[in-house]
């Protein structure tokens, strides 16, 4: 891979995950959200991918792809608990102001649903650009 | 405590699976921890279908929204007896099905996923039969159609992609069909929740768009549930699943497709409109002879119990073709009927293979004197499947078969009559292949079939020999059953007057 590429995919990776959870919590009140920003964030992963190979790209995410679509998954569903309890309904959310910021468990959802969306596609990526030879 | 689970029956068997999907996947490194978060699942998830089962035979409708907002807006999600019935059988197949898997599952198809997708299978197929908006169906179908192509791909090899193709290709074209109808639907009714599609539908006037809809509808179901001519993709992908994938999609798959049918066309239209009630009876004839003529002139096991689903799939539907609360009742006894008997022959096609090494008729053989358990156990599911006296399966035909001379549908019946003939034939095939004949090449060593494989077959077979013999409470719940299926005012009280969960605004 070039060397301008590779150089600047270190700056960019950074850049891309900073914007992806920007876009993460922006997507509260105005648009973005967990969907979006996992795919940013994904796409940041791809590019490290594109510009070393998988295997950084791998070692940069620490978790196995799917373990992140699980623990994405299991924290959406528990975001949807605390409704069960006051509601009797799923998904029916708890607020709390935290200084300025409204805070609720709709939040820990979109953290869920952002988490599944960079497993599932990663889970994908890494496997499309794995080099079977290795 | 247990106010609180009266209140809340509806979500644990879709928020339970889900869990336990997620646990599994979060498990990814753990084949053994994952298989013990899957059977905690499967566990629960039966337990919670049957609490929700009694709740809805004490209370009546059970219905919830979604996030707490209020009914035609929100996601509405609603069990009535036949839903609830439905959850609980699969939920039981899930459990059996888990069971057969600790035999069956080789280590290399847990490290492809096999939980997390058999979790999300059950997430998808219960909240199908639970839902009560139609888009919101849509969605499950889509959970189903992921991780369906997830299982029949298990072991990657060419045969299974191929499979997959072909049902992949197949269920696309229905999924989109289906969206175009609920497209056609939104925009001449601007509602998607079923019951207050009940409500607005018989106010709406008669136009092209609705006609073309109910058309679309049929179609789509028709293809997922396997009927005549559009059967023609399931034959040619569920023999290439592994058995236990196989048989929980015998089991459930196609009969998501015909429950749908039979929500959309009780609940949103009616099989009098427009000619629907000549196409159904047709097809219905259609799919019970060419699904029957199908599997005369197979030899692997897999390939015949896969025409016989679809050959069975059309009593079901003689039932939509009727439509009387009679055929209605006989319809429903006959899909719980049949999800057992069907997924426990696929379990035995399965046992067959471990006991003969192929699924193979013509090289199988002398299973009668080697393992006799296996042989009667063999004998009820199949006697049941052909409509012999003592078992289930004759009270599944009798009630359909009664409502169609009753229904001045004689020839219909007659149809049902000869395919079961043709049904014993094919058993016998089975039968006399790979229990009585002499094996055709000498057995090196009798390979024992495991507990794991015979204890979910003995359960599902007492299941079958229970309803043979006692058929009288299941007659009467499917006769309740349908008569609440059947009554649109019920479901429109039921999801449009909760009000007290959307926190006491109206």
Not at chain 1, 92 to 102: C, I, Y
Not at chain 2, 378 to 401: C, D, E, N, Q, T
Request: net charge neutral; proline share 4%; charged share 10%.
């Amino acid at each position: 891979m070039s060397l301008i590429f590779s150089a600047m995919a270190r700056i960019f990776f950074a850049l891309m995950l900073a914007v992806s959870l920007f876009l993460l919590f922006r997507g509260h009140n105005e648009p973005g959200g967990g969907f979006v920003g996992g795919l940013v964030a994904a796409s940041a992963f791809t590019m490290l991918a594109l510009a070393e190979n998988v295997s950084v790209a791998r070692r940069a995410l620490h978790l196995h792809p799917v373990v992140l679509m699980g623990a994405g998954l299991l924290l959406a569903f528990f975001s949807g608990l605390p409704g069960v309890l006051s509601d009797r309904s799923f998904l029916a959310h708890w607020w709390f102001e935290v200084g300025s910021l409204h805070l609720g468990t709709a939040t820990l959802f979109d953290i869920g649903v952002y988490c599944v969306v960079v497993g599932g596609v990663l889970c994908l990526i890494f496997r499309l650009y794995e080099d079977p030879a290795q | 405590m247990a106010e609180f689970f009266a209140q809340t029956a509806l979500l644990w068997p879709l928020g339970i699976p889900i869990a336990a999907a997620a646990l599994c996947a979060a498990l990814w490194s753990s084949p053994r921890a994952q298989r013990t978060a899957s059977m905690a699942g499967l566990v629960l998830t039966l337990v919670a279908s049957l609490l929700l089962l009694s709740q809805v035979l004490s209370d009546g409708i059970q219905v919830k929204q979604f996030g707490a907002w209020a009914a035609p807006f929100g996601i509405s999600f609603m069990a009535d007896p036949f839903g609830a019935a439905m959850v609980v059988i699969s939920s039981l197949l899930a459990l059996a099905a888990g069971v057969f898997g600790f035999a069956d599952l080789r280590q290399r198809q847990v490290r492809s996923g096999f939980h997390p997708l058999f979790q999300g299978l059950t997430v998808g197929v219960n909240g199908a039969f639970l839902t009560g908006d139609i888009f919101n169906l849509y969605v499950w179908f889509e959970v189903m159609l992921i991780t369906t192509l997830g299982l029949i791909t298990l072991d990657r090899t060419r045969a299974q992609l191929d499979g997959a193709m072909k049902y992949a290709v197949l269920n696309l074209f229905s999924t989109i069909l289906f969206l175009m109808a609920i497209g056609l639907l939104y925009g001449v009714t601007g509602t998607l929740n079923m019951a207050d599609l009940a409500r607005v539908l018989p106010q709406t006037e008669a136009s092209s768009a609705l006609g073309v809809a109910a058309m679309m509808f049929l179609l789509a179901f028709g293809i997922k549930a396997g009927f005549f001519p559009l059967f023609f993709w399931l034959p040619a992908s569920y023999h290439t699943a592994s058995i236990v994938v196989s048989a929980v999609f015998a089991g459930l798959l196609t009969k998501v497709g015909v429950y749908a049918c039979f929500r959309v066309f009780t609940l949103l239209f009616e099989v009098e409109d427009g000619g629907i009630r000549t196409i159904v009876a047709l097809v219905a004839a259609g799919t019970m002879l060419f699904g029957v003529l199908g599997a005369a002139v197979q030899w692997d096991v897999r390939r015949i119990l896969s025409f016989h689903i679809i050959s069975q799939i059309g009593y079901i539907l003689l039932g939509l073709a009727i439509a009387t609360p009679l055929a209605l009742a006989g319809a429903i006894f006959y899909i719980i009927h049949h999800i057992i008997v069907k997924a426990n022959l696929f379990f035995i096609a399965g046992a067959i293979h471990r006991a003969t090494g192929t699924y193979d008729l013509r090289k199988a053989g002398g299973l009668m004197r080697s393992s006799p358990l296996l042989a009667l156990l063999f004998l009820i599911p199949a006697l049941s499947l052909a409509g012999i006296p003592p078992m289930s399966g004759f009270w599944a035909k009798f009630m359909v078969i009664d409502a169609s001379f009753r229904g001045d549908a004689a020839w219909l019946a007659a149809v049902a009559l000869f395919v079961g003939l043709l049904t014993v034939f094919s058993m016998s095939k089975i039968w006399i292949e790979a229990f009585w004949k002499e094996p055709p090449r000498a057995v090196e060593r009798v390979r024992k079939v495991p507990l794991a494989m015979t204890a979910p077959i003995a359960v599902l077979c007492a299941v079958t020999v229970a309803i043979g013999f006692n058929p009288e409470p299941l007659i009467a719940f499917a006769g309740q059953a349908a008569e609440t299926m059947g009554d649109r005012a019920l479901f429109i009280a039921a999801v449009l007057q909760e009000r007290h969960i959307a926190g006491a605004t109206q």
